[in-house]
T-cell receptor
Framework: DTGVSQDPRHKITKRGQNVTFRCDPISEHNRLYWYRQTLGQGPEFLTYFQNEAQLEKSRLLSDRFSAERPKGSFSTLEIQRTEQGDSAMYLC??????????FGPGTRLTVL | AQSVTQLDSQVPVFEEAPVELRCNYSSSVSVYLFWYVQYPNQGLQLLLKYLSGSTLVKGINGFEAEFNKSQTSFHLRKPSVHISDTAEYFCAVTDGSGAGSYQLTFGKGTKLSVIP
C-alpha cells in the first residue's frame, strides 16, 4: 500500500534560507493539496492542483511561497527567505474525486 | 465560505467510558463533513465522512457521527474508548455542491485523553 509520502520529515533551517519540500501522492490521484498546521491549530489550506494545473491559492500563500506539480505527479513546495513565522507542519494530501483526501505524514519545519 | 467550531479543546475520559466530541459548522452551501484523527508527529487519518444519505455514519475503530442539518452539527461518538484512542481529533467541512476544489476547512481540534 503506497500512501502519500513526504520528504523530508523534518527540516531545521536558519532564517533567510530557502527550503523545498516534496510530496508524492497516491499514484492514480489527480488532485493534490498543501496545508499548513501551526501548533495548537487545525490545518489551513494553502494551495490545490488538479493534474499539473495550480487552480487555487490561499491568501496565506505569500509571494515567498511557490508550489509546482510538473507532469501532474509529485509536487514541491518552496519557501524563499524563510521567517520564524513559517515554522509549522506542512501537510500534503491527495484525492481522486475530491470527496476524500488522504494525507501524508507531513514535513515539520523549524526556522531558527 | 465555511467554518468549523470544535467546542472542546480537551476532553479527558476514563477507559471504557463513552465519549462525544462536538463539532458545529457554518456554510451557505451544501456540505461534506469529515472527522480526522492525528497521532503525535503524524499526518491525519480519516475516521469517517458524511457525503449524503443516512445521517448516521460509521467509521473506523468503532467511531460514529451524526449529521444534524438543523443544528449544523456533526458530533463524533464512541460507546467505549480505549487507551489507544488518545489523540487529537479534527472536524472538517468542504463545499459539497460540486463546484470548487473541495479544500477542507478544519476546526482547531479536540485532544482526547483516555485515562486508565
Amino acid at each position: 500500500d503506497t500512501g502519500v509520502s513526504q520528504d523530508p520529515r523534518h527540516k531545521i533551517t536558519k532564517r533567510g534560507q530557502n527550503v523545498t519540500f516534496r510530496c508524492d501522492p497516491i499514484s492514480e490521484h489527480n488532485r493534490l493539496y498543501w496545508y499548513r498546521q501551526t501548533l495548537g491549530q487545525g490545518p489551513e489550506f494553502l494551495t490545490y492542483f488538479q493534474n499539473e494545473a495550480q487552480l487555487e491559492k490561499s491568501r496565506l500563500l505569500s509571494d515567498r511561497f511557490s508550489a509546482e506539480r510538473p507532469k501532474g505527479s509529485f509536487s514541491t513546495l518552496e519557501i524563499q527567505r524563510t521567517e520564524q513565522g513559517d515554522s509549522a507542519m506542512y501537510l500534503c494530501a491527495s484525492s481522486l474525486f475530491g470527496n476524500e483526501q488522504f494525507f501524508g505524514p507531513g514535513t515539520r519545519l523549524t526556522v531558527l | 465560505a465555511q467554518s468549523v467550531t470544535q467546542l472542546d479543546s480537551q476532553v479527558p475520559v476514563f477507559e471504557e467510558a463513552p465519549v462525544e466530541l462536538r463539532c458545529n459548522y457554518s456554510s451557505s452551501v451544501s456540505v461534506y463533513l469529515f472527522w480526522y484523527v492525528q497521532y503525535p508527529n503524524q499526518g491525519l487519518q480519516l475516521l469517517l465522512k458524511y457525503l449524503s444519505g443516512s445521517t448516521l455514519v460509521k467509521g473506523i475503530n468503532g467511531f460514529e457521527a451524526e449529521f444534524n442539518k438543523s443544528q449544523t452539527s456533526f458530533h463524533l461518538r464512541k460507546p467505549s474508548v480505549h487507551i489507544s484512542d488518545t489523540a487529537e481529533y479534527f472536524c472538517a467541512v468542504t463545499d459539497g455542491s460540486g463546484a470548487g476544489s473541495y479544500q477542507l476547512t478544519f476546526g482547531k481540534g479536540t485532544k482526547l485523553s483516555v485515562i486508565p
